[in-house]
């Protein structure tokens, strides 16, 4: 699959390198017996290099976090099983590299919603993160800024500032495809959607007379569903903990993307992907 290079050449003189066993580990070392690049271990730049796990270890890991088979507290117990424990922060640090190839994924691919013909519905939500203040634990609330593509498993999200127009309406433009029909509800800072260049339909329902409008027949409940599902997950496998929400925001994502029989497959191909650049 191409995770562990099967060869490199010399940063030093750009002649290809050879691997070789050294204190039973293998690393490239330079052909030419006058270059001074030296040596490189076989895992440095891969997503293995400089942990002290197995890659058996690794696997399983993995496999636990993109399944999304158990809480936190069943993945440590699974992982403890064997003859040598993880400590909580090993396994912590490597349920965050799994969320950093999830945010290096759309960062390579951009996500783009809608088109002429499809409907985008939006909307805010806000939600809670811990804030350390003098000892003391608070409950911060951050809005979260989104849009639902009905009929597929397209999403977006964004941590915002404020909910005014000079911030909403860039969004849009950034997420969503020239041509959509958008549906929000009667938050000020929509009124100037249909005045976008990017010719969006605009339709709205307002939620104090009912949830569904009775001409045009448009609803939020694609984007409400879909701020439920984030909050009770986050709560599932996280608690209320919001001070890596963020990444919970792009691991979020990539399940509704990629959940399935492919799961692992998919994480090990994009992480590939992300190496192949470096």
């Known amino acids: 699959?191409?995770?562990?290079?099967?060869?490199?050449?010399?940063?030093?003189?750009?002649?290809?390198?050879?691997?070789?066993?050294?204190?039973?580990?293998?690393?490239?070392?330079?052909?030419?017996?006058?270059?001074?690049?030296?040596?490189?271990?076989?895992?440095?730049?891969?997503?293995?290099?400089?942990?002290?796990?197995?890659?058996?270890?690794?696997?399983?890991?993995?496999?636990?976090?993109?399944?999304?088979?158990?809480?936190?507290?069943?993945?440590?117990?699974?992982?403890?099983?064997?003859a040598s424990e993880l400590s909580d922060a090993t396994i912590c640090d490597w349920l965050r590299f799994c969320r950093d190839i999830c945010a290096e994924h759309y960062i390579r691919n951009p996500k783009r919603l809608g088109g002429v013909g499809s409907i985008v519905e939006i909307d805010e939500t806000c939600v809670s993160r811990r804030k350390y203040n003098r000892g003391r634990i608070l409950m911060e609330q951050v809005w979260v800024f989104g849009g639902v593509e009905r009929g597929t498993n397209k999403v977006f999200m964004e941590i915002v500032e404020d909910r005014t127009a000079a911030t909403l309406l860039p969004l849009i433009q950034k997420y969503i495809l020239p041509g959509t029909t958008i549906i929000s509800d009667l938050w000020r800072a929509y009124f100037r959607i249909g005045e976008l260049p990017e010719a969006y339909t605009h339709l709205t329902v307002n939620h104090s007379i009912n949830f569904v409008d009775p001409e045009s027949g448009a609803h939020t409940q694609s984007v409400e569903s879909n701020w439920q599902q984030y909050k009770m997950g986050g709560k599932k496998r996280y608690g209320t903990?919001?001070?890596?929400?963020?990444?919970?925001?792009?691991?979020?994502?990539?399940?509704?993307?990629?959940a399935g029989n492919d799961c692992f497959y998919n994480f090990w191909n994009q992480v590939r992907e992300h190496y192949a650049n470096l």
């Open 1 to 82: 699959m191409g995770l562990i290079p099967k060869n490199r050449d010399c940063e030093e003189c750009g002649r290809m390198m050879r691997v070789e066993k050294m204190r039973n580990t293998f690393r490239f070392r330079c052909r030419r017996k006058d270059c001074v690049g030296g040596s490189i271990a076989m895992l440095d730049k891969t997503f293995f290099g400089g942990s002290h796990l197995s890659l058996k270890e690794i696997f399983q890991i993995t496999y636990f976090w993109s399944r999304n088979f158990v809480q936190y507290d069943e993945m440590r117990f699974q992982m403890n099983r064997g």
């Open 241 to 258: 903990h919001r001070t890596m929400l963020q990444d919970y925001i792009e691991e979020f994502y990539w399940r509704k993307e990629f």
